[in-house]
């Protein structure tokens, strides 16, 4: 099956109130039709400067100098309501007392 036969097909088989939306975006995909082009498929060759800031995040990972999403989240939301205190965090994991036993 041809993408236009696939597109013919989806629009055969959306509910008649969802019609007005499929056309409208249609419109808006043939009136863009330049700017949605991609020039090229093809992957571009990463610069030294990028390689070797690929290695360091790659040693970086590797000896453990990241944070979980959990704790990017705690740091830049705060807590999670329902969270309990019995959460470890990167402190109490580093052996840092002044905050741990702020924490206990």
Wanted: hydrophobic share 30%; net charge neutral; charged share 35%.
């Amino acid at each position: 099956m041809t993408p236009r036969e696939a597109v013919h097909k989806l629009v055969d088989t959306l509910p008649e109130q969802e019609l007005h939306a499929a056309q409208r975006f249609l419109e808006f995909l043939q009136e863009h039709e330049d700017a949605l082009l991609v020039e090229s498929c093809e992957p571009e060759e990463a610069t030294p400067e990028e390689l070797a800031a690929i290695q360091r995040s790659r040693e970086d990972y590797k000896h453990g100098r990241f944070f979980s999403l959990d704790e990017v989240e705690r740091r830049l939301l705060g807590p999670k309501p329902g969270r309990t205190s019995s959460t470890v965090s990167v402190r109490q994991k580093r052996g840092n007392p002044k905050k741990a036993s702020a924490r206990r």
